[in-house]
């Protein structure tokens, strides 16, 4: 029987409406491929640090890492805090070079890197193993859905499916970047109404420390050793700064600073939020003690603590999280398809409103075949069995030729090649070989890679058009990145992104009011209100600020022409 009740229904459909509203709106400033795939170049640190943050948070965090919180405690945090580590890497190696690059996609400099056969075949396998991944992220809000309402599975896919693809198709990346912005201030007031509310029901610090020691320790567990810490750490390492959407947010900074700023950011959030997000499955080993699975720790608890709309509100959020991470790689996915296979091997020649419309075909048929692909991963063992054979067998060999390739310049293309097609068979016989535990197999499997990646820059090529080139291409990452002045059609832009903030923020503002209301008289429902008037205070500052472009649409509503039409400037 289904535990949400019709204001939690109701919650959830205001979600889905405004951000399929948001992807509408944004798609009028969508004039070229440029600004479908990476913004104009115009993200801001802030918007592009928040939405970095959230293209690496899906209902996993709620689902796998929370199971970790309420069996094992504070080590989930401590697991959780890997993702630290690529920010920061990336201030002082990677921001820089990937906007030096001049790229559209993250695998494009492959081909002036090592060669055309190179970008061709880490575009198709790297497409490959997104579709699969996206596949196991939809899976899995699905199942989580369906265990806190039950929905029925296919349907909750189905519909999260088709409202993610339907606001990526029409706004692209801006629409990516906006959402993102907007999942995270909903994503944040609804765990930040439960976390006191767990706080309260577990009796506080000292009750939980009496009650269960050894959760309340970093490094608890078979997850607290160090071998798996520093297996996981590196791993993430690796995962994370070769990660499409991560690299694609540094090459659609404003500038080189911009990128870094973004990267700081990153890593901030990624510090605090894993705190505020694992403290309730942590709490419900005390509230709900003899959960069966602890993987529902999450939704179990929201079941208990929250009345009717917040809980509406707290699915919402979940949604918001999955949604945020499916739109970026929807978008990104799409760049590869679109640039490094359509127009570099069939349309060579492609006009810029081919590119687009293709652009924009790509994003469909990459949101349908994840919504279909989705359906039919119960059949190879669920979500945990397969994401583990993919980032097992195939993450590490595709990505270390591409962090690592843009960071030296002996390694071969043959060594790229060696390091994906040998990397990978050995990624599969060592996950395959149940006498070899998980750490040990990561770790081989990194340093095998790294080894023969590095090995092959021991044998230089004696192709001078090759050496050229490269030479070429290291060189350009040594001169930094200048960028244009702003015209008067990007502040209108600029403009129109802070109404299209004001209106989703007045939105949130408004779904917070009507649904913490009725719970008034309750704390649960004293925060809800206190984040809805909050969202509205700065929503009606950004109206403020975005005056300016209400005569802008107002115009073109009329019919009147605005010159210059593409408010990002410069395709």
């Known amino acids: 029987m289904s535990q949400l009740k019709t204001l939690d229904y109701t919650a959830i459909v205001l979600y889905m409406i405004m951000m399929s509203g948001i992807g509408i709106f944004l798609g009028r400033f969508v004039k070229n491929i440029n600004d479908y795939f990476k913004g104009g170049s115009g993200v801001s640190w802030i918007a592009g640090g928040i939405s970095n943050f959230m293209t690496k948070f899906s209902t996993f965090i709620f689902v796998a890492y929370a199971g970790i919180a309420y069996s094992d405690g504070l080590v989930a945090i401590t697991v959780l805090w890997s993702t630290i580590f690529p920010s920061l890497i990336a201030v002082f190696f990677f921001a820089k070079r990937w906007k030096r690059a001049g790229i ?19 575009s198709w396998s790297g497409v490959a193993f997104k579709l699969l991944d996206d ?24 519909v999260c499916g088709i409202v993610v693809t339907l606001y990526t198709v029409v706004g692209g990346f801006w629409a990516v970047i906006v959402t993102d912005v907007v999942q995270f201030v909903i994503l944040f007031f609804a765990t930040l109404i439960l976390v006191p509310l767990a706080y309260n029901a577990a009796g506080g610090f000292d009750h939980m420390q009496a009650v269960m020691p050894q ?9 607290g050793m160090p071998l798996f810490l520093v297996a996981y750490y590196v791993l993430i390492i690796i995962r994370y700064s070769g990660n499409w959407t991560f690299i694609q947010r540094f090459y659609s900074a404003k500038n080189e600073t911009d990128g870094q700023k973004l990267a700081i950011l990153s890593a901030i959030l990624f510090f605090i939020f894993p705190v505020i997000f694992l ?88 949101g349908f075949i994840v919504t279909v692909g989705a359906l039919f991963v ?19 060999p595709m990505i270390v030729p591409v962090i690592f390739g843009i960071l030296m310049r002996k390694p071969q293309p ?11 068979i050995l990624g599969f016989v060592l996950n395959m070989n149940k006498a070899i535990s998980w750490e040990a197999a990561t770790l081989i499997e990194i340093a095998f890679c790294t080894v023969i990646f590095m090995v092959s820059g021991f044998f230089p090529s004696k192709d001078g058009a090759y050496n050229q080139k490269v030479n070429a291409f290291f060189y350009k990452l040594t001169i930094p990145y200048v960028p244009e002045a702003d015209t008067a059609d990007q502040s209108v832009f600029k403009d129109a992104i802070k109404l299209m903030y004001g209106i989703a923020f007045g939105l949130t503002g408004l779904m917070f009011v009507i649904m913490g209301f ?12 206190v984040a809805g008037v909050l969202c509205l205070i700065l929503s009606a500052f950004l109206w403020y ?7 802008i649409i107002k115009e073109e509503a009329t019919d009147q022409p605005h010159p210059n039409p593409s408010p990002l400037g410069r395709g």
Do not use: H
Request: aromatic share 10%.
């Open 545 to 551: 600020q975005a005056r300016k472009v209400a005569t």
């Open 378 to 396: 119960g059949g190879f063992g669920g979500a945990f069995e397969a994401n583990k054979l993919l980032a097992g067998v195939f993450a590490v």
């Open 279 to 366: 403290f309730p499955p942590l709490a419900a080993k005390v509230i709900l003690p003899n959960l069966e699975n602890p993987e529902m720790a999450y939704v179990s608890l929201c079941l208990k603590l929250l009345p009717e709309g917040i809980m509406g509100l707290m699915i919402a959020a979940m949604f918001a999280a999955t949604m945020s991470v499916l739109s970026a790689e929807y978008n990104v996915t799409a760049s590869v398809l679109t640039r490094d296979i359509y127009q570099r091997v069939f349309r060579p020649n492609a006009s810029g409103k081919e590119s687009l419309l293709v652009g924009r075909l790509m994003t469909l048929l990459v």
């Open 414 to 424: 043959w060594g790229a090649l060696a390091t994906l097609f040998l990397g990978t």
């Open 518 to 529: 009725p719970s008034r008289g309750m704390l649960s429902g004293q925060l809800a209100l």
């Open 135 to 158: 596949m196991i992220k939809l899976y899995s809000i699905g199942l989580f859905v369906t265990a806190a309402s039950g929905i029925p599975f296919e349907t909750a896919v189905i």
């Open 104 to 122: 559209l996609s993250p695998v494009e400099f492959l081909e002036t890197r090592y060669n055309a056969p190179i970008r061709q075949i880490f």
């Open 215 to 223: 959760n309340m320790t970093w490094f608890n567990g078979k997850k």
